[in-house]
C-alpha cells in the first residue's frame, strides 16, 4: 500500500477505473503465490455492505444487522498470521464477537483476538455501509493504518458495485470480487440470456422490460404463448431475496388476443401481488421504471421444490462448484428466501453440479471473478426424474453463502464434488438446517447476553467432538425486531432439523421466562458427595 494512493479528494470515474485496474492486477500473484498458504501473513479488510437498492431491502425486517452474516470471516483468523478488519455501520456486540471466536477451532480465543480489528460507521441510517465509509475520510485512514500487511491485503464484500471499487482504490488494496463494471450480469434480465447461452433450461418469458407498458405486454404475449399458463411472476432486475417478485394471476383472462391485451392492461393493479411488506403498485412501477425487468411463467407441478447450486471463480479464471442447496421459501406467494437445507436431495444435486458448472462456464467467459449462486425450480416427472428450470444468477455471497461457510468455520472439512456431500475430518457427512428469518414477537426484548444464557442453558453450543450443534447469528436483530438466524448442524438431515427446532423451541421457552434457566438448574442439582466411602477397614 503506496502512500500515494489516493486516500481523499475528487476522483473521477476514469481515475477511479485506472487505479482499480492497477490494484487488481496484483490479484493474480497474491492468489497464486501468497493466498493460498497456511502461514504467509495477509490482511483482509472485510466490507459487509449490501449496497442493493435501499428501498427494496427497508422491506426486510432488521435487514441492517444482515451484514454482520460475513462474520464467518474469521475462519481466517485459523490462520496463524492472518489479520482480519471488520467494518459495519453499528458495533457489533462484544458478547457476538466472544461468541463466534470462542467457536474458532485450533486456535486461542486471545491469540485471534490480537490479529481481529473491529471498525464501524457509527450510522444506523438507511444507505449502505460503504457509503457511509466513503462519507468518513477519517474511518478510511483508520482503515489504511491498522492494515498490517499491506503487500498482502484485499479486500472482500457481499457485492460489489462501483461503490466498492472506490473504496479499494481509497484503501490502495485489491478487491476481491466481481468487476463493478459486469454486475449486469447478476440482472434478472441478462440471467435469462446466460442460461440460453448455457444451455441450461429456463422458464418461458420476456426480459428487458422497461415500464408497466412492458410488463402488460409481456404478461399477454405469455398467455398467447402458453395457453394453458395460470400464473405468471414480474420481477425486478437488481431485487434481493425474492423482495422484488410480483405474482400475477390469469384467472377470467379471455383469450382473443386484442382482448387480453386489453383485460391485463386494465387489471394489473389490481392483479400482481408483492412478496414485499408494505409494497405498492405505485411504488413496484416506479422501482421497476428505474432498473428494468422481466416477465416469466410461473412453474406449477406438484412436489416442486427451489433447489440452488454455488460455485466460485477464482483470480486465475479458475472455476469450481462449492455446494448445493434446498431453499426454504416463504413470504405471501412463497417467493421470499427464509433458509436452506444443504446439501440438496441426492436425487438431483449432481445434476445441479452439471448446471451450474455450465453457468459459470460462461460467466468465467465474460470475466466474472468471486462466488456466484444459481436458484432453479425442480418439478418431478413421472418417470423419477426431475426438470429443472434456471430462475437467477446471484453474483454476491447471498443467503446460501453463509450458512456453508459457518459449517467450515466450525468444522475441519471438504465438500466432496463426486457425492456433493461434505465431509469431515473424521469421514462423517455433515448437514445443515439454516435460517435467516426466524422471527417471533415474542423473541423482542431479548439481548445478545440473554441469548447467550439460554445456549448454556439448554446446551445449544455446537460441540465441536461430535460435530453437531447450533450457531446463531444476526443476534443483534434479536431485541428491535425479534428476529434471528441460525445454522444447526448434525450427521444427518434429520438431526440437523431436530437441532434446529430444539433450539426453536427453546427460544420459545425462555423468551418470556427469564428464570426459568434458574428452576431447570434446581430441578437438575442432585445431592453433593460430601465423603469418599471406604474401600477397606483395618
Not at 79 to 85: A, D, E
Not at 353 to 359: K, Q, S
Request: hydrophobic share 40%; with cysteine; net charge negative.
Amino acid at each position: 500500500m503506496s502512500p500515494d494512493y489516493p486516500l481523499l479528494g475528487p476522483l473521477s470515474e476514469t481515475e477511479i477505473e485506472r487505479w482499480y485496474r492497477l490494484l487488481n492486477a496484483r490479484l493474480i500473484y497474491l492468489y497464486r503465490e501468497r493466498l493460498q498458504s497456511w502461514h504467509d501473513p495477509r490482511t483482509v479488510v472485510v466490507v459487509p455492505s449490501l449496497s442493493l437498492d435501499q428501498e427494496v431491502l427497508s422491506k426486510i425486517p432488521g435487514v441492517h444487522y444482515y451484514e454482520e452474516r460475513l462474520l464467518y470471516y474469521l475462519i481466517l483468523l485459523q490462520h496463524p498470521q492472518t489479520q482480519v478488519i471488520f467494518v459495519t455501520s453499528q458495533a457489533v456486540d462484544p458478547v457476538i464477537v466472544d461468541y463466534m471466536l470462542n467457536l474458532l477451532p485450533g486456535v486461542p480465543v486471545s491469540h485471534a483476538r490480537r490479529r481481529l480489528v473491529l471498525l464501524d460507521a457509527h450510522d444506523s441510517t438507511r444507505r449502505s455501509l460503504t457509503e457511509k465509509i466513503l462519507e468518513r475520510p477519517w474511518l478510511i485512514r483508520r482503515i489504511r493504518e491498522a492494515v498490517a500487511y499491506p503487500d498482502t491485503a484485499y479486500m472482500e464484500c457481499f457485492n460489489s458495485t462501483p461503490l466498492e471499487r472506490e473504496l479499494a482504490v481509497r484503501l490502495g488494496i485489491p478487491l476481491y470480487a466481481l468487476d463493478p463494471s459486469l454486475e449486469y450480469l447478476g440482472s434478472k434480465s441478462f440471467s435469462r440470456e446466460i442460461f440460453r447461452e448455457a444451455n441450461v433450461p429456463l422458464p418461458e418469458g420476456f426480459e428487458h422490460l422497461r415500464d408497466e407498458h412492458d410488463v402488460a405486454q409481456a404478461l399477454a404475449d405469455l398467455k398467447l404463448q402458453v395457453p394453458t399458463l395460470r400464473r405468471a411472476v414480474v420481477k425486478l432486475n437488481y431485487a434481493f431475496s425474492g423482495e422484488g417478485n410480483a405474482l400475477f394471476s390469469y384467472d377470467g383472462a379471455p383469450q382473443e388476443p386484442k382482448a387480453l391485451a386489453q383485460w391485463v392492461a386494465e387489471v394489473l393493479p389490481q392483479r400482481l401481488h408483492f412478496e414485499a411488506e408494505d409494497m405498492t403498485y405505485e411504488e413496484y412501477m416506479n422501482k421497476f421504471r428505474e432498473m428494468g425487468g422481466i416477465v416469466e411463467a410461473f412453474i406449477e407441478g406438484k412436489g416442486k421444490r427451489s433447489p440452488s447450486v454455488q460455485g466460485l471463480i477464482n483470480p486465475l479464471r479458475q472455476g469450481t462448484i462449492v455446494s448445493t442447496h434446498d431453499q426454504i421459501l416463504g413470504g405471501p406467494t412463497g417467493q421470499v428466501y427464509l433458509g436452506a437445507r444443504f446439501p440438496a436431495d441426492p436425487a438431483y444435486r449432481l445434476d445441479l453440479h452439471e448446471l451450474g458448472r455450465r453457468v459459470g462456464e460462461v460467466l468465467t467467459a465474460k470475466g466474472a471473478m468471486g462466488r456466484y449462486a444459481v436458484d432453479f425450480v425442480s418439478v418431478p416427472q413421472p418417470d423419477g426424474t426431475w426438470q429443472h428450470y434456471a430462475l437467477e444468477i446471484n453474483l454476491r455471497k447471498g443467503g446460501t453463502t453463509h450458512p456453508f461457510m459457518t459449517l467450515k468455520f466450525l468444522t475441519d472439512g471438504y465438500y466432496d464434488l463426486k457425492t456433493g456431500e461434505y465431509i469431515s475430518a473424521t469421514g462423517q457427512p455433515l448437514y445443515y438446517y439454516a435460517t435467516d428469518n426466524l422471527k417471533k414477537p415474542e423473541y423482542q426484548g431479548l439481548t445478545p447476553e440473554d441469548l447467550m444464557e439460554i445456549v448454556v442453558c439448554e446446551g445449544l453450543h455446537f460441540n465441536a467432538a461430535a460435530h453437531e450443534g447450533v450457531l446463531f447469528h444476526l443476534i443483534d436483530a434479536l431485541s428491535e425486531y425479534g428476529k434471528v438466524g441460525l445454522v444447526a448442524i448434525g450427521p444427518s438431515y434429520e438431526r440437523a432439523e431436530a437441532l434446529y427446532h430444539e433450539a426453536e423451541a427453546a427460544l420459545d421457552r425462555y423468551a418470556r421466562n427469564p428464570r426459568l434457566c434458574e428452576t431447570k438448574a434446581l430441578e437438575d442439582d442432585k445431592p453433593a458427595l460430601t465423603h469418599f466411602p471406604p474401600l477397606w477397614e483395618g
